[in-house]
């Protein structure tokens, strides 16, 4: 069992920069792929940003490739998303996931869900 919740969403003008965190609780911690989803009103969730335990291996979606930064603090049992350049098409509510089976940057790969945090970028 996993609990996560979400901190740090806001609202940040177009060109901005914010951080997300998402903290976890459960012994395994270390060995569980995290990852960023983002649900956008009127639209399907997506996948945002994926780390493998141990943060090998991190897998990005194409719309926030070279602005977004996912990374992993496991002694704080958290996961963190950093997004820099933002642009008003990152209005969304963002959900971190877990999973301790290999998983990509689908929602039916994770198990575990954090209730949200709300970013807005304006204009």
């Known amino acids: 069992q996993m609990q996560l919740v979400e901190s740090g969403g806001g609202s940040v003008q177009a060109g901005g920069s914010l951080r997300l965190s998402c903290a976890g609780s459960?012994?395994?911690?270390?060995?569980?792929?995290l990852a960023w989803f983002r649900r956008a009103p009127g639209e399907e969730r997506e996948g945002v940003a994926r780390i493998s335990p141990f943060g090998r291996i991190t897998l990005y979606a194409d719309s926030v490739k070279g602005r977004f930064t996912v990374s992993r603090d496991d002694a704080k049992e958290t996961v963190y998303l950093q997004m820099n350049s933002l642009k008003p098409e990152d209005t969304a509510m963002y959900y971190c996931a877990a999973s301790y089976y290999t998983a990509g940057l689908r929602d039916s790969d994770y198990k575990y869900w954090g209730q949200g945090t709300q970013v807005t970028v304006s204009s």
């Open positions: 459960g012994s395994t911690y270390s060995s569980v792929h």
